[in-house]
């Protein structure tokens, strides 16, 4: 069973700066896909970044494409998200998932990830 923990959340100014780390534990095995999703309130879960562990290939959603960069620490298969020139629409509780065991060929899309953290806040005052 994988377990993934985030942190780094909080509250910035808009055009601040957060990192957020998601650490996996319980499983030596390596993941496949890694993302970030986030949900702020009243809308869907919608994919911000993810990359390919093996191969470092990365997507991110056209609304943070040049401000967020995600990234993987090899050694301990930590995740991060550096958020950059953040604005009040990038408020939400951000999640970090995973796929585990199983191919990936979609990382964009929620429904491919089988293991979820718990989600870390953002929020973002103008």
């Known amino acids: 069973q994988l377990h993934l923990a985030e942190s780094g959340g909080g509250s910035v100014q808009a055009g601040g700066s957060l990192r957020l780390s998601c650490t996996p534990s319980?499983?030596?095995?390596?993941?496949?896909?890694m993302g970030w999703f986030r949900q702020a309130s009243g809308k869907e879960r919608e994919g911000v970044a993810a990359?390919?562990?093996?191969?470092?290939?990365?997507w991110y959603a056209d609304s943070v494409k040049g401000r967020f960069t995600v990234s993987l620490h090899s050694a301990s298969d930590t995740l991060y998200l550096e958020m950059n020139s953040l604005k009040p629409e990038d408020t939400a509780m951000y999640y970090c998932?995973?796929?585990?065991?199983?191919?990936?060929?979609?990382?964009?899309?929620?429904?491919?990830?089988?293991?979820w953290g718990q989600g870390t806040q953002v929020t973002v005052s103008s």
């Open positions: 998932a995973a796929v585990h065991g199983r191919g990936c060929t979609t990382p964009e899309a929620a429904n491919e990830y089988n293991y």
């Open positions: 319980g499983n030596t095995y390596r993941s496949n896909c």
């Open positions: 990359m390919y562990v093996s191969g470092g290939r990365t």
